[in-house]
Nanobody, 122 residues
């Protein structure tokens, strides 16, 4: 059974940083593209970032603008999202996803974690 468990969320002031982690288990994820999505209050879930197997290629949403960095440690089956220069509009539930794909500008994942809350105060 595939399981993704996020951690690292919390409350931070604007301009601060957080590092999210996603521990994957249930099978090998080395060949998967892994990603992060988020769902702001009252809005739909949106793509944040993705990383290909072995980290060769990284993808980011436009609003990231160099503030976030996605990385992975395949030996630990863990994906990270380093978030710097956080803004109040980054407040959302952040979800980890496995087997992430895109088509026509739309991103989705086949496996999802439960999410971790990130709140940025002004």
């Amino acid at each position: 059974q595939v399981q993704l468990v996020e951690s690292g969320g919390g409350l931070v002031q604007a301009g601060g940083s957080l590092r999210l982690s996603c521990a994957a288990s249930g099978r090998a994820f080395t060949a998967d593209t892994m990603g992060w999505f988020r769902q702001p209050p009252g809005k739909e879930r949106e793509f944040v970032a993705a990383i290909s197997w072995y980290g060769a290629t990284r993808y980011y949403a436009g609003f990231v603008k160099g503030r976030f960095t996605i990385s992975r440690d395949n030996a630990k089956n863990t994906v990270y999202l380093q978030m710097n220069s956080l803004k109040p509009e980054d407040t959302a539930i952040y979800y980890c996803a496995a087997d992430v794909r895109s088509a026509g500008g739309t991103w989705w994942g086949d496996y999802w974690g439960q999410g971790t809350q990130v709140t940025v105060s002004s």
